[in-house]
C-alpha cells in the first residue's frame, strides 16, 4: 500500500517564527489532506489538497502531485500552534486514508 | 453545521469485557470511517461504512466489529477487551462519493484494565 513519511519527526521553534512541514509520498493520490491534532486528540482539518496551492491565514500548503511531497508553511508561529501535525493520503476515491507519522510542533514563547 | 460527535469521550473496562461506541457524522454525509491511534502503532484504519455497508476494512482482528444505521449513525464494538486495545478510537465523516474529504470527531479514549 502507499506510504507516507512525514519530516521532522519533532520541531521546536521560537515563538515568531515560521516553519515547513514536509510530506512524501509513494504513489499517486486523489485525496491529501492536513491535519493539526489537538492537546485532547481531535483532529482539526487543515487542508485538503491534493494538489496545488492554498492559504489559509498563516498557514499555507503546496502539494506537488507529480513529484509526490507536500509541504504545510506555518509563518509567525504561536504558542497555540503547538501540537502533533499529520498528513493523510488516500490514492482511489473509496480507499481509507493513510496517516505519516507526524510531526511533533512545539513553540516556545 | 454540527460536526461529528462521538460518545462516551472516555471509557474505563477491564480485560475480557466488550464495548460499544458510537459515533454521529455530519448532516447529509453517508460514509464513517473508524480509527485508532495509540502511541506504538499511530493511526491506524479499522472499517469504513457507507449507506450501511461495510465498504473497507483494516487489518484487525474480529474482535473488532461495526455497523451503520440508516440514519448513517455508526457503532463500533469491540469484545473481549486486551490491555493493548487500550488507545483513542476516532471516527471520520465524508459525503463518501468523489470528493472523500474527511472529518473527524473529538474521539473516545478507551483505557482497558
Known amino acids: 500500500g502507499i506510504q507516507v513519511e512525514q519530516s521532522p519527526p519533532d520541531l521546536i521553534l521560537q515563538e515568531g517564527a515560521n516553519s515547513t512541514l514536509r510530506c512524501n509520498f509513494s504513489d499517486s493520490v486523489n485525496n491529501l489532506q492536513w491535519f493539526h491534532q489537538n492537546p485532547w486528540g481531535q483532529l482539526i482539518n487543515l487542508f485538503y489538497i491534493p494538489s496545488g496551492t492554498k492559504q489559509n491565514g498563516r498557514l499555507s500548503a503546496t502539494t506537488v502531485a507529480t513529484e509526490r511531497y507536500s509541504l504545510l508553511y506555518i509563518s509567525s508561529s504561536q504558542t497555540t500552534d503547538s501540537g502533533v501535525y499529520f498528513c493523510a493520503v488516500s490514492n482511489s476515491g473509496n480507499t481509507p486514508l493513510v496517516f505519516g507519522k507526524g510531526t511533533r510542533l512545539s513553540v516556545i514563547a | 453545521k454540527a460536526g461529528v460527535t462521538q460518545t462516551p469521550r472516555y471509557l474505563i473496562k477491564t480485560r475480557g469485557q466488550q464495548v460499544t461506541l458510537s459515533c454521529s457524522p455530519i448532516s447529509g454525509h453517508r460514509s464513517v470511517s473508524w480509527y485508532q491511534q495509540t502511541p506504538g502503532q499511530g493511526l491506524q484504519f479499522l472499517f469504513e461504512?457507507?449507506?450501511?455497508?461495510?465498504?473497507n476494512k483494516g487489518n484487525f482482528p474480529g474482535r473488532f466489529s461495526g455497523r451503520q444505521f440508516s440514519n448513517s449513525r455508526s457503532e463500533m464494538n469491540v469484545s473481549t477487551l486486551e490491555l493493548g486495545d487500550s488507545a483513542l478510537y476516532l471516527c471520520a465523516s465524508s459525503l463518501g462519493v468523489a470528493i472523500n474529504e474527511q472529518f473527524f470527531g473529538p474521539g473516545t479514549r478507551l483505557t482497558v484494565l
Open positions: 461504512y457507507f449507506s450501511e455497508t461495510q465498504r
